[in-house]
């Protein structure tokens, strides 16, 4: 069943984004852009893939279907599920670590009332599991925010960022 017969169709603007990332690469070489496809098609859902989504970007890529799959399932920046509005992820690798990465989830996880990998009650922030490395190291301890990184932190700075949130 192809995704037009499911219903699922890329919207307009994904495709213009798409095809703006295959602008970069070579004519034969269009999976190059699976991981911008994937960025843009989970943005318009509500930040998570659904099968039927990655497939309409499988068809548009001219790839097999498993092979937007895997990509979709491996990166941690996808999500396969629903989340909630806004996403925080906090970066545990060691040089955050050593700059007090644990204490800044700690302190996210009681102020939230969530562990790693939950939403809170009112859908408004899902704290992602534990993100091996963001490439921010030497402003550690960090974390993403709705793919915004936000560096040198603190108590006080993650409130301020968790706070400023709708």
Known sequence: MST???????????????????????????????????R???HENNGYLTTPLMDAVADYLGMPRIAVYEVGSFYSMFELQPV????????????????GADTIVAHIEEKLQIKVGESTAD????????EECLAACAGGPMMQVDHVYHTDLTIEKVDQILDGLD
């Open 40 to 42: 843009e098609v989970q």
């Open 84 to 99: 909630a509005r806004h996403c925080v992820a906090v970066c545990t690798n060691i040089s955050c670590m050593l700059t």
């Open 4 to 38: 037009a017969q499911q219903g699922v169709e890329l919207s307009e603007h994904a495709r213009a984004e798409i095809d703006a990332w295959l602008q970069r690469f070579p004519y034969n070489q269009k999976q190059s852009a699976v991981l911008a496809a994937l």
């Open 123 to 130: 859908g408004r922030i899902f704290l992602k599991p534990e």
